[in-house]
């Protein structure tokens, strides 16, 4: 069983920066890709970012990429999304999840077993 923990979350104005990081614990990290999604009210959750187990292979959605980073520290049990050039359609909380196949990302929520709780980011104009 692996919890995950999200944390740096809050309100930034259009244009800034935040930095989420994912804290895991009760499993070996490094066995799983890591992903993280977002979800705004009223909307259903989407894929962001994921980062298999060594960090070699990334994929990004179209409207995150070039501005938002994953990456992971293993030693550290924690992953990070680093997130520039902030937009109020950034808005949502932010969640990070586990999956057990290390080697492949994926876009597909229901491939991610483990899930932390959660960290809003407000963006605003």
């Known amino acids: 069983q692996v919890q995950l923990v999200e944390s740096g979350g809050g309100l930034v104005q259009a244009g800034g920066s935040l930095i989420l990081s994912c804290a895991a614990s009760?499993?070996?990290?490094?066995?799983?890709?890591m992903g993280w999604f977002r979800q705004a009210p009223g909307k259903d959750r989407e894929f962001v970012a994921a980062?298999?187990?060594?960090?070699?292979?990334?994929d990004y959605a179209d409207s995150v990429k070039g501005r938002f980073t994953i990456s992971r520290d293993n030693a550290k049990n924690t992953v990070y999304l680093h997130m520039n050039s902030l937009k109020p359609e950034d808005t949502a909380v932010y969640y990070c999840?586990?999956?057990?196949?290390?080697?492949?990302?994926?876009?597909?929520?229901?491939?991610?077993?483990?899930w932390g709780q959660g960290t809003q980011v407000t963006v605003s104009s």
């Open positions: 999840a586990a999956h057990s196949n290390a080697w492949s990302t994926s876009r597909l929520s229901r491939a991610y077993r483990y």
């Open positions: 009760g499993g070996t990290f490094s066995s799983y890709t």
């Open positions: 980062i298999t187990w060594s960090g070699t292979s990334t």
